[in-house]
């Protein structure tokens, strides 16, 4: 009888032990637990706050120097507003199978390119270090998914440097299977996929023949789903991959979810009029005059 309540004790302390133990780890783990720094920083950049957001995620960065999830976050910044400059998280952009597939017409801001990629740069410097310590660091395998998945969206739309693009969404495909096997509720890093898997199953049959003796394949249907993981339960790209979805959908002819999405989107982000102006295109209401501040 003392033999089981010792067992029972001993278990007890080490069930604690593991759950500290888990507790401390998410703790440690930016990317994977919600850091108020970081949620108000998101949240200033999907307000088309973007100058903001990088403040709060370069401050956040200074007290965590060897966290490479805060340069992702800041390279994100400069990628968002890049895109938001040029129009392309809209219908307008997304609509135009010309501009989707191709990219923008002209070029991008080449300051705000620069300051992009010596983020990138920086937090792949940060993910590697973390990996050569251990090859299955979750933090690492995330900041190398990511900031593949961004340096693709950069090359393929902003570039137009579309064989450096696939190469990369190959790479951000690859880093976030295995993040996923790794951390299993890892559920931000769908959008690498998602997004990967609906550019790539959007292009022509031909082309996409030739990629899968790349080992490069695409499914638009499997990408919209990956991104519907991220909305259910994400944490930081949540708003992101519920702009991509909508408008996916609105490609796809979905309407009923694009308009559920990019209302919530306005509901959830008033002061935005990026959400207000697509949402009411979806809807078929007036266009607010004022899009851009």
């Given at each position: 009888m003392r033999w089981r309540s010792h067992s029972v004790a001993a278990l007890?302390?080490?069930?604690?032990?593991?759950?500290?133990?888990?507790?401390?780890?998410?703790?440690?783990?930016?990317?994977?637990?919600?850091?108020?720094?970081?949620?108000?920083?998101?949240?200033?950049?999907?307000?088309?706050?973007?100058?903001?957001?990088?403040?709060?995620?370069?401050?956040?960065?200074?007290?965590?120097?060897?966290?490479?999830?805060?340069?992702?976050?800041?390279?994100?910044?400069?990628?968002?507003?890049?895109?938001?400059?040029?129009?392309?998280?809209?219908?307008?952009?997304?609509?135009?199978?010309?501009?989707?597939?191709?990219?923008?017409?002209?070029?991008?801001?080449?300051?705000?390119?620069?300051?992009?990629?010596?983020?990138?740069?920086?937090?792949?410097?940060?993910?590697?270090?973390?990996?050569?310590?251990?090859?299955?660091?979750?933090?690492?395998?995330?900041?190398?998914?990511?900031?593949?998945?961004?340096?693709?969206?950069?090359?393929?739309?902003?570039?137009k440097e579309h064989i450096e693009a696939l190469k990369r969404l190959k790479e951000a495909n690859e880093h976030a299977k295995q993040l996923l096997a790794e951390q299993t509720d890892a559920n931000d890093a769908y959008v690498a996929l998602g997004a990967a898997n609906y550019i790539i199953g959007s292009l022509s049959g031909g082309t996409r023949f030739i990629l899968r003796f790349g080992g490069i394949h695409g499914d638009k249907k499997l990408g919209m789903e990956q991104l519907g993981k991220t909305i259910e339960n994400g944490r930081y790209l949540k708003p992101f991959a519920k702009i991509l979805l909508a408008l996916a959908a609105r490609r796809q002819k979905q309407n009923d979810l694009a308009q559920k999405l990019l209302r919530e989107l306005s509901e959830e982000f008033p002061e935005s009029p990026l959400y207000t102006a697509e949402c009411a295109k979806a809807m078929g209401w007036p266009i607010p005059a004022q899009m851009h501040p």
């Open positions: 007890l302390l080490f069930s604690a032990a593991v759950c500290n133990a888990r507790a401390n780890a998410d703790a440690a783990s930016p990317a994977f637990s919600n850091v108020p720094e970081l949620v108000s920083g998101f949240q200033s950049l999907y307000l088309q706050n973007f100058t903001e957001a990088r403040e709060k995620f370069s401050k956040w960065e200074t007290q965590h120097p060897d966290e490479p999830f805060g340069e992702v976050a800041v390279a994100a910044s400069y990628l968002f507003e890049e895109f938001y400059r040029q129009n392309v998280l809209s219908s307008d952009f997304f609509l135009n199978e010309k501009g989707f597939l191709h990219g923008i017409e002209g070029k991008p801001d080449a300051e705000r390119m620069k300051s992009f990629q010596e983020a990138i740069l920086l937090a792949r410097r940060l993910a590697r270090q973390r990996l050569e310590k251990n090859e299955h660091d979750p933090e690492g395998l995330f900041a190398m998914a990511l900031s593949a998945g961004m340096e693709s969206d950069a090359d393929m739309i902003l570039k």
